[in-house]
């Protein structure tokens, strides 16, 4: 197996992944706020490709103009903001983009929280609600200076409870702390869709076509019904990203905009051909006719069969 090839490291302790990177250990053994990186210190970055066994909160300031948005720079350059659930994969590429801005790493403050940290809280489920933590790197928050300061003053605030005193009271407060900073990023996430609603609005009027001509393909439709991932690629943008861009706008998600245009495809071929349901049901891409009948039934409140006499 070539090196390249190598299965990628996992670090399922924040002590073990802090020391790989040349950090010093965590203040908690399930939860780490790293505030900068000491110019002195020798920080490593891993080139293997590695999976964390944590969530990662990341701020990193003056990113304006280092990264892109499809052609288009951040709206704002006073800081952003990149989330990781645990289990996604560090990637090669990724690796060489972070040895490539080091001075900037150097300025970030990141926060590690084993999912164990959060066990009895009621944001142990909640957190996987957050779409933001599967957004891609280019899909970061950027941040205004007022949404910036709010954001540093939580992350200052679960500092210095990790660093100060131990007490009964201590986890209390940086869970609730925690759970502050996420429903603010969720915030400043549906601004940041409204204060880029025309490159928004061109990517639905793209997924409104490329939609359309799935549906039209009879070869793509062989391989089943389009599912947000496949949609999500064709924009080059996240599945969640994608998603929570839709609800915003429209109030639906992909996969609900999905059902739509299924529905309304599946309704001119009702009323318009002589073909079965079965034969329906195969040409929008279900191996199951059943299944189709379900979900036109959920969608219409009639069944396909009760549709088309309406047009007897």
Same mark, same amino acid.
């Given at each position: 197996?070539?090196?390249?090839?190598?299965? *990628?490291i996992k670090y399922d302790?924040?002590?073990?992944?802090?020391?790989?990177?040349?950090?010093?250990?965590?203040?908690? *053994?399930? +939860?780490?706020?790293?505030?900068?990186?000491?110019?002195?210190?020798?920080?490593?970055?891993?080139?293997?490709?590695?999976?964390?066994? @944590?969530?990662?909160?990341?701020?990193?300031?003056?990113?304006?103009?280092?990264?892109?948005? $499809?052609?288009?720079?951040?709206?704002f350059n006073e800081g952003?903001?990149?989330?990781?659930?645990?289990?996604?994969?560090?990637?090669?590429?990724?690796?060489?983009?972070?040895?490539?801005?080091?001075?900037?790493?150097?300025?970030?403050?990141?926060?590690?929280?084993?999912?164990?940290?959060?066990?009895?809280?009621?944001?142990? %489920? #909640?957190?996987?609600?957050?779409?933001?933590?599967?957004?891609?790197?280019?899909?970061?928050?950027?941040?205004?200076?007022?949404?910036?300061?709010?954001?540093?003053?939580?992350?200052?605030?679960?500092e210095e409870e990790l660093?100060?005193?131990?007490?009964?009271?201590?986890?209390?407060?940086?869970? =609730?702390?925690?759970?502050?900073?996420?429903?603010?990023?969720?915030?400043?996430?549906?601004?940041? @869709?409204?204060?880029?609603?025309?490159?928004?609005?061109?990517?639905?009027?793209?997924?409104?076509?490329?939609?359309?001509?799935?549906?039209?393909?009879?070869?793509? &439709?062989?391989? $089943?019904?389009?599912?947000?991932?496949?949609?999500?690629?064709?924009?080059?943008?996240?599945? $969640?990203?994608?998603?929570? +861009?839709?609800?915003? @706008? %429209?109030?639906?998600?992909?996969?609900?905009?999905?059902?739509?245009?299924?529905?309304?495809?599946?309704?001119? #071929?009702?009323?318009?051909?002589?073909?079965?349901?079965?034969?329906?049901?195969?040409?929008?891409?279900?191996?199951?006719?059943?299944?189709?009948?379900? &979900? @036109?039934?959920?969608? %219409?409140?009639? =069944?396909?069969?009760?549709?088309?006499?309406?047009?007897?």
């Amino acid at each position: 197996m070539k090196k390249n090839d190598a299965a *990628p490291i996992k670090y399922d302790s924040l002590t073990e992944a802090l020391k790989s990177h040349g950090l010093p250990p965590p203040q908690h *053994p399930l +939860m780490a706020l790293i505030n900068g990186i000491d110019d002195s210190a020798e920080m490593n970055i891993p080139q293997e490709s590695h999976v964390l066994s @944590f969530y990662k909160i990341a701020f990193r300031p003056d990113i304006g103009g280092q990264f892109r948005y $499809g052609q288009t720079h951040f709206d704002f350059n006073e800081g952003g903001m990149f989330f990781a659930a645990p289990n996604q994969l560090v990637a090669r590429n990724q690796l060489e983009m972070a040895e490539s801005e080091r001075s900037i790493t150097r300025q970030e403050i990141i926060m590690l929280i084993h999912p164990d940290f959060l066990l009895g809280y009621p944001l142990a %489920t #909640k957190i996987k609600k957050y779409q933001f933590f599967s957004y891609s790197v280019n899909e970061a928050l950027h941040l205004s200076e007022k949404e910036k300061m709010i954001i540093l003053n939580l992350l200052r605030n679960i500092e210095e409870e990790l660093c100060g005193r131990i007490d009964e009271l201590s986890q209390d407060v940086i869970i =609730s702390q925690l759970e502050l900073l996420l429903n603010y990023a969720q915030r400043f996430y549906k601004r940041q @869709f409204i204060t880029r609603k025309n490159i928004n609005n061109g990517l639905l009027q793209q997924f409104e076509e490329i939609l359309e001509r799935y549906f039209n393909d009879d070869s793509a &439709l062989l391989k $089943g019904t389009p599912t947000v991932q496949y949609l999500a690629d064709k924009l080059a943008i996240s599945s $969640g990203y994608l998603s929570d +861009m839709l609800r915003t @706008f %429209t109030g639906q998600s992909a996969q609900q905009h999905i059902h739509n245009m299924l529905i309304e495809k599946a309704k001119e #071929k009702l009323s318009s051909t002589d073909l079965s349901v079965s034969e329906i049901a195969y040409e929008l891409g279900f191996e199951q006719s059943q299944s189709f009948s379900r &979900l @036109f039934k959920a969608k %219409t409140k009639q =069944s396909p069969l009760e549709f088309r006499a309406g047009f007897s």
